[in-house]
């Protein structure tokens, strides 16, 4: 049979069905919002309404529950969760942050947008974690906090990483947006370190367009976080703020989310239990299958966690295929379509991840704010190519990402995908 790649027939022609969570309840609750005419209700001086309105108040109580964690406060995305998580340790101008390079970029720049300088760790092998021993060997005097991912929806090693944190005196921020309703040893993922940040955007597990949730169970931080959400420096002296070392990054942004949004995403927490089990089942059937090819390794999740699978990950054995990943790849998106809502991506696989973050212009040049490259002229951290070699060998070479387990994905879709690999398989001859 013909690979596709080389002018064959596709395997499989017709798309695959839309991941789509909102319905009717979001419609309603849309609805209820717009007849209220109170679209949002926050206001940006000392009042009852600093706070937000009613559904906002509601979906962080809700969120609050859900993840039986003591303060949750929405923002309107993640990447606002994370910088203001930064701003709420303190952190300072030429300060260090170990963070991982293999993340979404906005992980990284949490740390620059308060002067402190991101250095990169390197990643587990198996689960693509931050990796403990990597995180020991970058620790300074000057580093204050650990910004680490759970990605792919796979939680951190907590243990090792928190003892780590606790014996240096590091913040730990868990950036948990690929990991809503991951667990780990019956905790979940967000709530594992000393802020952890939810993300409610389209491409997330559940959504509300845009949104983030940010969670703690510390007092001191939940107060910083919803000061600097809502203009802190506006009310610090209505709030009888004067001690200076309660002034600390008090400067304050608009990150607020508005009542619509809050209606859609309370909704939505209401169906991730299920979006979540029926996740995991198609993951399941699809390790298993893929893992049949002998050129594919399948995922490997820690001991004790229960993983989200933002992606399913999993691993290219160059060695066996007898060629680079890449062209392996490439033959089995050329077999499939692709799917409904996102026609305008290609096909849901890809090889690697995103480049890794310090090979980005911003680290290359060191160049973030203004012309004299400041924060990076505070420090004399480099940013190497080699400087993270796993991170670096999966994107180049090992890693396979894919999407096909979202739930709407039939049996038969998924053995569509299956017998796609199994195709290319087959008839590697024809890549070699
Ligand atoms: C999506 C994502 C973010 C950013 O989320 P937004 O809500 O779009 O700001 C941050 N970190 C990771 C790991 C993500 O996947």
Not at 398 to 426: C, I, N, Y
């Given at each position: 049979m013909k690979l596709a790649l080389n002018g064959g027939e596709k395997y499989r022609s017709h798309p695959f069905p839309a991941y789509n969570t909102i319905g009717i309840e979001e419609e309603e609750s849309v609805l209820r919002v717009l007849r209220s005419g109170k679209l949002s209700t926050y206001l940006g001086t000392w009042h009852d309404d600093f706070y937000g309105g009613p559904e906002v108040r509601a979906l962080e109580s809700e969120w609050c529950e859900y993840f039986g964690v003591k303060h949750a406060i929405s923002v309107n995305s993640a990447t606002s969760g994370l910088y203001a998580a930064v701003g709420a340790c303190g952190i300072s101008p030429g300060d260090e942050v170990i963070v991982s390079a293999y993340t979404m970029s906005a992980s990284a720049t949490a740390a620059l947008i308060y002067g402190a300088i991101p250095v990169f760790a390197d990643i587990e092998e198996d689960y693509y974690c931050l990796d403990v021993k990597s995180i020991?060997?970058?620790?300074?005097?000057?580093?204050?906090?650990?910004?680490?991912?759970?990605?792919?929806?796979?939680?951190?090693?907590?243990?090792m990483i928190n003892s780590l944190a606790k014996k240096h005196n590091l913040y730990v921020i868990e950036d948990a947006a690929q990991a809503p309703g991951?667990?780990?040893?019956?905790?979940?993922?967000?709530?594992l370190g000393d802020i952890g940040i939810y993300s409610?955007?389209?491409?997330?597990?559940?959504?509300?367009?845009?949104?983030?949730?940010?969670?703690?169970?510390?007092?001191?931080?939940?107060?910083?976080?919803?000061?600097?959400?809502?203009?802190?420096?506006?009310?610090?002296?209505?709030?009888?703020?004067?001690?200076?070392?309660?002034?600390?990054?008090?400067?304050?942004?608009?990150?607020?989310?508005?009542?619509?949004?809050?209606?859609?995403?309370?909704?939505?927490?209401?169906?991730?239990?299920?979006?979540?089990?029926?996740?995991?089942a198609n993951t399941l059937y699809l390790n298993e299958k893929l893992a049949q090819i002998p050129c594919i390794l399948p995922t490997q999740v820690r001991d004790g966690a229960k993983h989200a699978f933002y992606v399913h990950p999993l691993q290219f054995d160059k060695?066996?295929?007898?060629?680079?990943?890449?062209?392996?790849?490439?033959?089995?998106?050329?077999?499939?379509p692709p799917t409904?809502?996102?026609?305008?991506?290609?096909?849901?696989?890809?090889?690697?991840?995103?480049?890794?973050?310090?090979?980005?212009?911003?680290?290359?040049?060191?160049?973030?704010?203004?012309?004299?490259?400041?924060?990076?002229?505070?420090s004399d951290v480099t940013y190497p190519k080699g400087l993270?070699?796993?991170?670096?060998?999966?994107?180049?070479?090992?890693?396979?990402?894919?999407?096909?387990?979202?739930?709407?994905?039939?049996?038969?879709?998924?053995?569509?995908?299956?017998?796609?690999?199994?195709?290319?398989?087959?008839?590697?001859?024809?890549?070699?």
């Open positions: 020991e060997s970058k620790i300074t005097l000057k580093t204050k906090a650990i910004i680490i991912v759970d990605l792919f929806g796979q939680p951190y090693d907590r243990d991951a667990m780990l040893n019956g905790k979940f993922a967000g709530t409610l955007n389209y491409h997330k597990h559940i959504h509300s367009g845009e949104g983030g949730i940010i969670v703690t169970d510390d007092d001191t931080l939940a107060h910083k976080l919803r000061l600097i959400r809502n203009h802190a420096e506006a009310v610090l002296s209505a709030k009888g703020i004067t001690d200076k070392s309660e002034l600390i990054n008090m400067v304050g942004f608009n990150y607020r989310m508005t009542e619509i949004e809050a209606a859609i995403a309370r909704c939505q927490l209401k169906k991730l239990p299920d979006l979540l089990t029926q996740r995991l060695s066996v295929a007898l060629m680079h990943r890449n062209r392996f790849i490439d033959a089995v998106k050329a077999e499939l409904l809502l996102r026609e305008e991506s290609t096909v849901l696989l890809s090889y690697g991840y995103v480049k890794p973050l310090y090979l980005q212009p911003l680290y290359q040049e060191r160049i973030a704010f203004g012309r004299d490259g400041y924060p990076f002229n505070l993270c070699p796993i991170t670096e060998d999966m994107h180049y070479n090992r890693l396979v990402t894919h999407e096909f387990m979202r739930p709407g994905m039939s049996q038969s879709d998924m053995d569509d995908v299956v017998s796609a690999f199994k195709k290319v398989w087959e008839n590697r001859k024809e890549l070699l």
